[in-house]
């Protein structure tokens, strides 16, 4: 029994069954550290998509060092065990460098948004490369998180959005100069049309008087209307009228599409729409029939 003990087999049995072990037990954590970081009633306090990762990165570590200790209890293999490591350590440190390259360009990004504030949380803004309108609704260190009208979110990291153009409608003054344009046909009274206008907005609620003292001495108008052009159908109308901000600015726009075409119809000005002349032919021939202009 003793020869059998002191014989290189059972040297060698003993380090096969080691590392049987040791790839066992590693197995085990592994399982077992997963299972813990899915409980709700772990210590750790992150959400769902946190304790994939981190499960998942836990195993992978338990992972590497088991199978590294278990090559380097074999004298033959220890060798490049060690090199492993080395070379684990090397290629870590690449990745981890051109991983931080555009994780510290984005926390830099971000200081300095936070910092010189070009944009705010709650702040209305339009990316000019996606010429949306959206709102800002958190800065972290990483990224912008933006709203759409729609309700979806747009994520940005900052070192992107720092380089981007951007207007921002809230920054330094929210008042707003409301463009209203309609169109009217060549014969109705220009004149008649443009008061019309002038004092739908002036009743609206929403209009703000946005004169200078010295302009409200000199009697200016508070809203101007303006004959901007002569387009094929129409002469185009447009009124400047001042708003607090950017989404009364909407909401006035709107109300006036509904009052000023009630009072257009009221007073018999129309608002141009094309013409179309219909010819229908007898019987296949060249001869025509009848004309008729529908809209």
């Known amino acids: 029994m003793s020869n059998l003990f002191d014989s290189p087999y059972w040297e060698t049995i003993v380090r096969i069954s080691t590392i049987v072990l040791v790839l066992m037990v590693t197995l085990f954590f592994g399982k077992i550290v997963k299972r813990l970081m899915l409980k709700k009633q772990t210590f750790v306090k992150v959400d769902t998509t946190q304790y994939k990762f981190l499960s998942h990165f836990l195993a ?3 992972y590497f060092v088991g199978i590294i200790f278990a090559i380097y209890m074999i004298p033959t293999l220890r060798g490049l065990a060690t090199s492993w490591i080395f070379a684990g350590s090397g290629v870590m440190a690449i990745v981890v460098g051109f991983a931080s390259k555009h994780a510290f360009a984005n926390i830099v990004s971000g200081i300095f948004i936070a910092l010189y504030k070009p944009i705010r949380i709650g702040d209305r803004v339009k990316l ?8 800002v609704e958190d800065i972290t260190l990483r990224h912008t998180v933006l709203r759409t009208f729609e309700n979806r979110r747009i994520i940005i990291p900052n070192s992107i959005i720092s380089n981007e153009i951007l207007e921002n409608s809230n920054i330094v003054d929210e008042k707003v100069l409301k463009f209203f344009e309609i169109g009217i046909s060549y014969d109705a009274d220009l004149e008649k049309a443009m008061a019309i206008i002038k ?46 901000d950017p989404s009364t600015a ?3 726009g709107c109300d006036l599409n509904k009052s000023v075409k009630k009072r257009f119809d009221e007073e018999g000005i129309e608002i141009p729409f094309p013409y179309r002349t219909l010819v229908f032919k007898k019987n296949g021939q060249g001869g025509k029939e009848e004309e008729k202009i529908i809209p």
């Open 60 to 62: 992978g570590v338990i």
């Open 128 to 135: 000019m490369s996606w010429e949306h309108v959206t709102v």
């Open 199 to 244: 004092a739908e907005a002036m009743n609206h609620p929403d209009f703000m008087d946005n004169r200078s003292e010295e302009q409200i001495k000199n009697n200016d108008e508070p809203i101007k209307v303006r004959l901007i052009s002569f387009g094929d159908f129409s002469l185009n109308l447009r009124a400047y009228i001042w708003v607090k």
């Open 250 to 252: 909407f909401n006035l």
